[in-house]
């Protein structure tokens, strides 16, 4: 293999054995944060946001209706809005316009995200990016279709 190769073969595995059933196999316990509109992420957003739960995308990277951006603390989905920019206006104060603070996004590798999804996810593989999102985009769908 290495010769057909040329040596650049990569083999990886998670398999550990076999072992006697144990019963079901946990999922996972929290929701998920979903994109209301398309656009990019605004710092200033993702910034309000972050006590909402952990996030999956970086400031100013463009996502779509849909899409699955974050984590939510609790364990039903949030549709959020992290398009929405500040209003600026005339009147400034002092210590008003606070530094965003934005914690850094967690990334996935495939074997991830197909682990983390859940039954009314998909994993999108794209040549650029690796994005989840729901299986029905509007959030109409989403409530109508409800699975």
Do not use: C, W
């Not at 509109?37 to 100013?60: H, T």
């Not at 609790?74 to 316009?97: C, E, P, Q």
């Amino acid at each position: 293999m290495l010769t057909a190769t040329a040596g650049e073969a990569i083999m990886a595995h998670r398999f550990i054995g076999y072992e006697p059933y144990k019963g079901e196999i946990p999922g996972r316990n929290n929701g998920s944060l979903i994109s209301m509109e398309n656009g990019k992420a605004i710092p200033y957003s993702i910034d309000k946001l972050q006590d909402r739960g952990k996030f999956f995308v970086d400031p100013n990277e463009d996502i779509y209706e849909g899409q699955v951006i974050g984590e939510n603390t609790r364990s039903d989905d949030m549709t959020v809005n992290v398009t929405k920019t500040k209003k600026l206006s005339n009147v400034r104060s002092s210590g008003a316009d606070d530094k965003a603070r934005i914690i850094p996004a967690i990334k996935f590798s495939l074997e991830e995200a197909l682990e983390y999804i859940q039954k009314d996810e998909y994993v999108e593989v794209t040549p650029k990016s690796l994005r989840l999102r729901k299986i029905y985009l509007n959030e109409n769908d989403r409530k109508r279709f409800k699975i």
